[in-house]
């Protein structure tokens, strides 16, 4: 149980456009969503904390119309990079909480996302 | 704030045999929960053990198992019998129902056969 998916597991993309990735969670409802970045040999930073039917809430630092995020079902949380450059090349984290499951604040992670952006 | 310090970027360990990787942290709050997340080089991040602060009794998967000192904000991680599977990125993460995890640096952990 408590697993999530996410897709693509690799994008590569020129500058300029945008990059939708989907965080599935796949045998529970997740009215909580969380995205991360990840960069090399460090830990995760989150970006933001995305609510099922309303609207996300982001960290400190992080560009609400850069990185765009729908959760617009109890399964299913998006993040759009709008207008990429090479400098948001990263890997990014999705991550989903179980309520019920273990019937604590237990956060399940996706794979991960690397996008490259040309 | 909450902050979590793991002091040991790195570890290694003969196979078969024990290592603990150690985690602090600190917060004002008396209810909170503390994982430890393993991160392999696929990237996955795996949840691997988790504490609530209000039980006194340490947590126990298996081979892994948490020595959990509330008074001194302290959570280790014990892995027993290492197996070449368990060599990876080992988070050590707290969170006290504001629903976001705060992480440490990190711990990366060598399985020498």
């Known amino acids: 149980g408590a697993v999530v998916s996410q897709h693509p597991s690799r994008v590569i993309c020129k500058s300029g456009t945008s990059v939708k990735i989907e965080c599935r969670s796949l045998?529970?409802?997740?009215?909580?969503m969380f995205w991360y970045r990840q960069f090399p040999k460090q830990s995760l930073m989150l970006m933001a904390t995305?609510?099922?039917?309303?609207?996300?809430?982001?960290e400190q630092g992080v560009e609400k119309d850069k990185f765009l995020i729908n959760h617009a079902s109890l399964t299913l949380s998006t993040l759009t990079v709008t207008s990429a450059h090479p400098e948001d090349s990263s890997f990014y984290i999705c991550?989903?909480?179980?309520?019920?499951?273990?019937?604590?604040?237990?956060?399940?992670f996706g794979p991960g996302t690397r996008l490259t952006v040309l | 704030a909450q902050t979590v310090t793991q002091s040991q970027p790195e570890m290694s360990v003969q196979e078969a045999e024990t290592v603990t990787l150690s985690c602090t942290y600190d917060?004002?709050?008396?209810?909170?929960?503390l994982f430890w997340y393993k991160q392999p080089p696929s990237r996955q991040m795996i949840l691997v053990i988790r504490?609530?602060?209000?039980?006194?009794q340490n947590a126990t998967e298996n081979r892994f198992s948490v020595n959990f000192q509330k008074a001194a904000k302290s959570f280790s991680l014990k892995i027993s019998d290492s197996q070449l599977g368990d060599a990876a990125m080992y988070f050590c993460?707290?969170?006290?129902?504001?629903?976001?995890?705060?992480f440490g640096t990190g711990t990366r952990l060598t399985i020498i056969p």
């Open positions: 991550s989903a909480r179980d309520l019920e499951g273990l019937g604590t604040d237990t956060q399940y």
């Open positions: 045998d529970f409802q997740a009215t909580t």
């Open positions: 995305s609510n099922e039917g309303s609207k996300a809430t982001y």
């Open positions: 917060t004002s709050e008396s209810d909170y929960y």
């Open positions: 504490q609530e602060a209000y039980k006194q």
């Open positions: 993460a707290l969170n006290f129902g504001n629903e976001k995890l705060t």
